[in-house]
């Protein structure tokens, strides 16, 4: 089994930062794909920022130029720094990992379970 644990969320002011933190543990043999999602209230919930295991990075547009994602391979973790806070980031964001369990075995995708960030103006 694997668990992803994200860590970091809180409140925050409008124009202020945050960073979360996202460690993947327990039956790893590789992982591909580290994303981080939100969920607004009301909301469906959206891609973030991804990272590919080569080092790739996307983000929403949203958020380009606000939030810088980084990933360390050797620790299975992955970080969101969020500046220049708005109130409409406010949402749960969760990490998620696209994971193979054993060699030449599928992929399977593992959902961290959340953490909340409030952005206050």
């Known amino acids: 089994q694997v668990q992803l644990v994200e860590s970091g969320g809180g409140l925050a002011q409008a124009g202020g930062s945050l960073r979360l933190s996202c460690a993947a543990s327990?039956?790893?043999?590789?992982?591909?794909?580290m994303n981080w999602y939100r969920q607004a209230p009301g909301k469906q919930r959206e891609l973030v920022a991804g990272i590919t295991s080569g080092g790739s990075i996307n983000y929403a547009d949203s958020v380009k130029g606000r939030f810088t994602a980084s990933r360390d391979n050797a620790k299975n973790t992955v970080d969101l720094l969020m500046n220049s806070l708005l109130p409409e980031d406010t949402a749960v964001y969760y990490c998620?990992?696209?994971?193979?369990?054993?060699?030449?075995?599928?992929?399977?995708?593992?959902w961290g379970q959340g953490t909340r960030v409030t952005v206050s103006s």
């Open positions: 998620n990992a696209h994971v193979m369990t054993r060699s030449s075995g599928p992929w399977y995708i593992y």
């Open positions: 327990g039956s790893i043999f590789s992982i591909n794909n």
